[in-house]
């Protein structure tokens, strides 16, 4: 059960990725024309910041049983007390209209990546089994940078079960040096030993 509920959970996130990488590409295409790309990409970020803290409303607009008019009805309201521009209003409708509003998280970190991508900057994810500070940071952005000759802009996230060290994500590059990783590794040499070991006394049986 436990299996198929991470099954699960992965394809629905692989979805939310997919549909976030395109509802981004079509949202900085059309604030691109507008002449306002920064303004939008804003507005998604402090959009999307404020409705994570607001269970009642996200849930609302996630859910299927809610009718669409009355969706789109309350993000009229919602986007005109905040200001948001028409560009950014449509964007909503369309995302609450397709029933896509779940994957307003994914369309911003996609929106946010392309965005760096298209200002010639990468985006680096480092992970450690505890929280490090904006000195370690800049000096993790700064090695980076040198590294791939680029600005790259680093997130840090916080996960117990790699123990110690690091993992960094740059795109599809993996940087690995976390204590979990080590001891994988060397479990499988153990493994890799104990398995030639066992075809050695096999065959020294053959050949009696």
């Known amino acids: ?12 996130d692989t979805d939310r990725q997919y549909l976030g990488d395109i ?12 002449g306002n790309m920064d303004q939008v990409l804003e507005e998604l970020d402090s959009f999307a910041s404020a ?36 560009v950014f209003k449509r964007f909503l409708k369309v995302v ?44 993790i952005a700064s090695q980076l940078s040198s590294h791939f000759g680029k600005d790259v802009m680093v997130t840090a996230s916080v996960d117990p079960s790699i123990i110690g060290g690091m993992v960094v994500r740059v795109g599809d590059t993996v940087f ?11 479990r499988h040499r153990a493994i890799d030993r104990a398995g030639q070991e066992i075809r050695k006394s096999l065959d020294r049986f053959a050949q009696e």
Do not use: W
């Open 1 to 12: 059960m436990a299996e198929q509920e991470i099954q699960h959970a992965t394809v629905f």
């Open 23 to 34: 509802y981004a590409k079509s949202l900085l295409a059309v604030s691109q024309e507008s």
């Open 51 to 86: 409705i994570s803290k607001l269970d009642n409303v996200r849930q609302t607009l996630e859910s299927p049983r809610v009718p669409t008019p009355h969706k789109v009805e309350l993000i009229d309201k919602i986007a005109n007390s905040a200001g948001c521009s028409d």
């Open 96 to 139: 609450v209209e397709k029933e896509r509003f779940d994957c307003l998280s994914a369309i911003r970190h996609s929106a946010q990546r392309m965005h760096n991508e298209m200002s010639g900057k990468l985006e680096a994810n480092v992970v450690t089994a505890e929280a490090i500070d904006d000195g370690l940071k800049s000096k």
């Open 176 to 186: 690995d040096s976390s204590v979990a990783n080590e001891l994988s590794r060397v």
